[in-house]
């Protein structure tokens, strides 16, 4: 019952909505910002990836972006669903995380646009979550990783509300990049609920069935 009202809400959410959802995000407490630099010396700890229960819609703001930019929602199959994450594969996430978290300044798109849910490049420099996660990945593309394991991904953030972040699958789990904090986490160090992303096979996206993470620190 839980996991089907998740959904349901999932498909009306709007990414900058106000909507508090205390009772489903488990007593989630502020997250911290996560502003200082991270160190690039080693590997994340491998963990679990987080697990997909099922199918989902797409949000509409990506079903309208995709329409403008089909080459960014194509899933090519011969690309690996997953990265073998190496230490220089590292630096480059820690590295254009930080560049493009320091690059755009936050705007809402009712600020911005006039309208609820946009979906774009953030070309004049200001945007909102899921805009900081399109210019990370387009980046990252063009430092050669796989599209398909950059999924775009819908959370409840630690203010009951949604939020859009890029999940890195990879082979020593799902690890989150993040307009919010300039560290990368893994998925379940987050303190988010876990909605739906973009599927690797085709146009319908994963459902993740509200899966929570333990509420982290601003030290942690």
Known sequence: MRQSLLESLSTRLSLRNT???????????????????QTV???????QPVGMIGTAK??????????????ECAVDASEPATI??????????????QQVNADIRAK????????????????????DCEDYQLVKRRRLVEAGF?????????????????????MVR??????????????????????YVYIKREGDQGSTWASLGGRTSPT???NQ
Request: net charge negative; charged share 25%; aromatic share 8%.
């Open 216 to 218: 982290m620190t601003a």
């Open 146 to 166: 796989p599209r398909r394991a950059l999924r775009m991904t819908v959370v409840i953030d630690e203010e009951g509300a949604g939020h859009a972040v890029m």
């Open 170 to 191: 990879t082979n020593r789990g799902d690890l989150i990049l993040d307009n919010k904090r300039n560290a990368i986490l893994p998925w379940h160090k987050t303190g």
């Open 108 to 127: 809402t798109d009712k600020d911005h646009w006039g309208v609820e849910d946009r979906w774009d490049f953030a070309e004049d420099g200001y945007g």
């Open 19 to 37: 909507l508090r959802l205390a009772a489903f995000t488990m007593g989630l407490t502020v997250i911290g910002s996560g502003a200082q630099a």
């Open 58 to 71: 797409p949000i509409l703001g990506w079903i309208r972006f995709c329409e403008q930019n089909p080459g």
């Open 84 to 97: 073998e994450l190496t230490a220089k594969d590292w630096q480059t996430l820690v590295r254009i995380n």
């Open 41 to 47: 010396a080693g590997l994340p700890t491998a963990s």
